[in-house]
């Protein structure tokens, strides 16, 4: 592990939130987020086994994210309070490899920081920076259909169910599908113009 970290210094405001690249601050967060915290993941992907954390894998992981260096658009970002409050993180990934398709996904682990429009505006946020960075030819987001938050979050911003795996995974003892969504682009600016 080296000890100088890159001091990425991007950072975007929407309102009360901020999109800012990962300082070596965060890395605590993330410790008691998958040691201590860790209800989010009832909700993001509950069918993957969970692993005993090694905290200091964790760290070392969390250090070498650091030390990359970032590329111009950013795939990953932490959701800052304007007040300095790490709640949470923004990402995208290509659907099943499939480049011309880019999921993105949220999360704040913190029941505190959730159901007060933290979610939208990092969401939203994410998806005017990802349109405006002309690198992508659609957006996508995908869930279960019975993370009803994150459904909901998706059909506000524009985001419009494109496949439906009808009992797609067990989850707590009831079967659930598995849903893809598409971003409406024109939709998601009629709703959104503020962040153009």
């Given at each position: 592990m080296k000890n100088e970290i890159i001091e990425n210094t991007f950072k975007m405001v929407n309102k009360g939130i901020i999109l800012r690249d990962m300082t070596i601050e965060d890395i605590d967060d993330y410790v008691i987020w998958n040691t201590n915290e860790i209800e989010w993941q009832d909700w993001d992907a509950p069918w993957e086994t969970k692993d005993a954390i090694n905290t200091e894998n964790l760290k070392s992981k969390f250090?070498?994210?650091?030390?990359?260096?970032?590329?111009?658009?950013?795939?990953?970002?932490?959701?800052?309070?304007?007040?300095?409050?790490?709640?949470?993180?923004?990402?995208?990934?290509?659907?099943?490899?499939?480049?011309?398709?880019?999921?993105?996904?949220?999360?704040?682990?913190?029941?505190?920081?959730?159901?007060?429009?933290?979610?939208?505006?990092?969401?939203?946020?994410?998806?005017?920076?990802?349109?405006?960075?002309?690198?992508?030819?659609?957006?996508?987001?995908?869930?279960?259909?019975?993370?009803?938050?994150?459904?909901?979050?998706?059909?506000?911003?524009?985001?419009?169910?494109?496949?439906?795996?009808?009992?797609?995974?067990?989850?707590r003892g009831k079967l659930y599908d598995g849903l893809t969504f598409k971003l409406d682009e024109s939709l998601f600016w009629n709703r959104f113009e503020h962040l153009k």
């Open positions: 250090f070498q994210r650091l030390n990359r260096k970032m590329p111009k658009a950013r795939s990953r970002l932490e959701i800052c309070t304007i007040h300095g409050e790490h709640v949470g993180w923004v990402t995208s990934y290509h659907v099943d490899g499939n480049e011309k398709q880019l999921a993105i996904g949220i999360d704040i682990p913190s029941n505190k920081f959730r159901g007060k429009k933290m979610g939208e505006l990092a969401f939203t946020l994410f998806i005017s920076y990802l349109l405006k960075s002309g690198v992508v030819l659609g957006i996508y987001t995908q869930t279960w259909s019975g993370n009803y938050r994150m459904v909901r979050l998706a059909q506000k911003c524009g985001f419009n169910v494109v496949n439906r795996e009808v009992n797609f995974r067990e989850i």
